[in-house]
Structure formats: C-alpha cells, structure tokens
C-alpha cells in the first residue's frame, strides 16, 4: 500500500522559515518524480515544486522561487521542501505527489495526480 505522510508544518510569522518532510513507503522511491502542491482556503490545489527520481531535474512555481527549495533522499525515501522568507500568501495546506517515471511540471494538473498525502497545514501570519 503505497502511502505518503507530511510533517513539518505551522504557524510562523513572516520572514521566518519552515521546513516540510514527506515520508514515502509502498513505492520503489527512486523511479517516482516527488512534487509539492499547495492549496489555499477557497482555492484550488496549485503546482509549488518538483524533483525528478535522479534529482536532475527540478521545477518551481514561479511564485516561490528563490525561497523555496525541494530535495530529497533515496535512501531515506523523503522529499523536502525548505521555505524561507515566507508570506502571508503562502498560508495553504501542503500536499505532498508521487508520480512514477513521469515528471511533474508546472502545467501538471492535480487530477493528472494519483497518488497524494493528507497535507500538512502552514499558516504565516503578518
């Protein structure tokens, strides 16, 4: 059973830093691209960032670039999003994607998406 599981999330102010965690089991980690996807109060779910199986690859949202960073460890079957200098518009529910041997851009839509985790809530207040 495939099963993805986020951690990391808060409540911080603006300017400070978080880091989310998403632990993977059930899936062959290294063929599967890892992406974040966020979705704010009354929104839709939207594209935050991706990393390819090999890590050669990565995409970001063009609204959380030069802030945010995603990583990841094979060994540990994680993937990682280092968000600094956070705003008040990056408060959403952070979900954690895998898909297998295809990327994931920023023109990906959620619904292309089938395996998700139960999203980890950020909140960054003014």
């Known amino acids: 059973q495939v099963e993805l599981v986020e951690s990391g999330g808060g409540s911080v102010q603006a300017g400070d830093s978080l880091r989310l965690s998403c632990a993977s089991s059930?899936?062959?980690?290294?063929?599967?691209?890892m992406a974040w996807f966020r979705q704010a109060p009354g929104q839709d779910r939207k594209f935050v960032a991706a990393i390819t199986w090999t890590g050669g690859t990565i995409y970001y949202a063009d609204s959380v670039k030069g802030r945010f960073t995603i990583s990841r460890d094979n060994a540990k079957e994680r993937v990682y999003l280092q968000m600094n200098n956070l705003k008040p518009e990056d408060t959403a529910v952070y979900y954690c994607?895998?898909?297998?041997?295809?990327?994931?851009?920023?023109?990906?839509?959620?619904?292309?998406?089938?395996?998700w985790g139960q999203g980890t809530l950020v909140t960054v207040s003014s």
């Open positions: 994607a895998a898909r297998e041997l295809r990327v994931i851009t920023p023109e990906t839509r959620p619904e292309a998406l089938a395996t």
């Open positions: 059930g899936l062959v980690f290294n063929t599967y691209t």
